[in-house]
């Protein structure tokens, strides 16, 4: 598997992930959006450690720096 997220992309996933998790522990989502935003703050966790979004993949989108041989 291939990487194709930079490192600004990775963070700022990981932000919003944080946040997301925070919101729901501050009580100001809950139910349904509450699990919602869990899965979606996981998704962004996943993606960033690996480095790797399936949905770049599909549209043919890099914000990886790939160094010229």
Do not use: Q
């Not at 979606?40 to 041989?69: E, N």
């Amino acid at each position: 598997m291939y990487k194709n997220m930079g490192s600004l992309d990775k963070t700022v996933r990981l932000l919003i992930a944080v946040v997301l998790i925070a919101l729901y522990f501050l009580g100001v989502v809950e139910g349904v959006i509450g699990t919602i935003a869990w899965v979606v703050a996981a998704i962004f966790i996943l993606t960033s450690i690996i480095s790797f979004c399936p949905l770049y993949a599909v549209f043919g989108i890099t914000t990886c720096k790939t160094k010229s041989a």
